[in-house]
């Protein structure tokens, strides 16, 4: 691959900085719409899937090691950085030498990211990286219709990215702040909302269905659950039956159950 010939060694050089601050906070992402990626793994995937790579960074040691295996890209400047200084950017225990900052994706209008017989997650206020990097990889593996981020963590910050696993790739994502623009768009494609609650009156997930209209399920905070308030305008209450002392499971797990009892549903079809 066509990687500049000229070592790059300065913590100053504006590409280098231009990725710590990206890395460092959701300011600098909103305002630039880039995010970055760490890992061959991410860094192969992004471009499998059509991303959008601005700038890629490799070691000396990753040029030897994976520089044949990533395909040159128009308009991605390819840069050589010295092991020292892949060090230095690295977010991780062990880096690969491989870093990129990607360009985030246009996000859709709600009437091209709905679809009427679609499966939706929501994830309303969670906050865990690690969680929502599970549940996006969970939504790929069974074929969920796209992601709502409502009032929750950046889905682009480097802890999220990575825990996607590539995921967040291919799993359609919207974000978003307003909650009641959720249910508007919702009613309006003729989509169930159905609250995932861990007490009080609800249907016991396994033995009720989904149908083969759309629904989207509502996961709240990990803490404290799906407001009252949000669980009110669903028009169905959803809870996992529990044995012992147990009170709730992890919100990915939950997730996960409310994911794949939606996609049976539907047949075990992909719904994308």
Not at 162 to 170: P, Q
Not at 231 to 236: P, Q, Y
Not at 252 to 259: E, K, N, Q, T, V
Request: hydrophobic share 40%.
């Amino acid at each position: 691959m066509g990687i500049t010939p000229q070592l790059i060694t300065a913590k100053e050089n504006p590409a280098v900085k231009l990725y710590r601050k990206l890395a460092r906070t959701k300011k600098a992402r909103v305002q630039e719409q880039l995010f970055v990626l760490e890992g061959y793994r991410l860094v192969s995937d992004a471009l499998a899937n059509g991303a959008e790579l601005t700038h890629l960074f490799l070691t000396q040691e990753a040029v030897s090691r994976y520089g044949q295996a990533l395909p040159e890209r128009e308009g991605c400047k390819q840069l050589s950085i010295s092991d020292e200084l892949g060090e230095y950017m690295a977010e991780t225990e062990h880096t690969q030498g491989i870093f990129a900052i990607c360009r985030m994706p246009i996000q859709k209008s709600w009437d091209s990211f709905l679809k009427k017989d679609g499966r939706y997650i929501v994830l309303h206020r969670l906050q865990d990286p690690g969680n929502a990097g599970m549940i996006l990889r969970t939504a790929d593996a069974l074929g969920i219709s796209g992601a709502v981020f409502c009032e929750s963590c950046d889905v682009y910050s480097p802890k999220v990215v990575r825990a996607t696993m590539g995921s967040l790739f291919r799993v359609p994502i919207l974000v978003t702040s307003e909650t009641e623009k959720v249910f508007q768009a919702l009613k309006q494609q003729e989509i169930g909302s159905c609250a995932a609650v861990v007490q009080g009156e609800a249907e016991l997930v396994g033995e009720s269905t989904y149908g083969t209209e759309g629904c989207a399920v509502w996961i709240g905070n990990e803490g404290n659950g799906l407001p009252e308030e949000v669980a009110l305008r669903c028009e169905r209450r959803l809870t996992i039956p529990m044995h012992g002392t147990i009170e709730s499971l992890n919100a990915a797990m939950a997730a996960g159950i409310m994911m794949w009892e939606m996609t049976k549903s539907a047949g075990g079809r992909s719904v994308k």
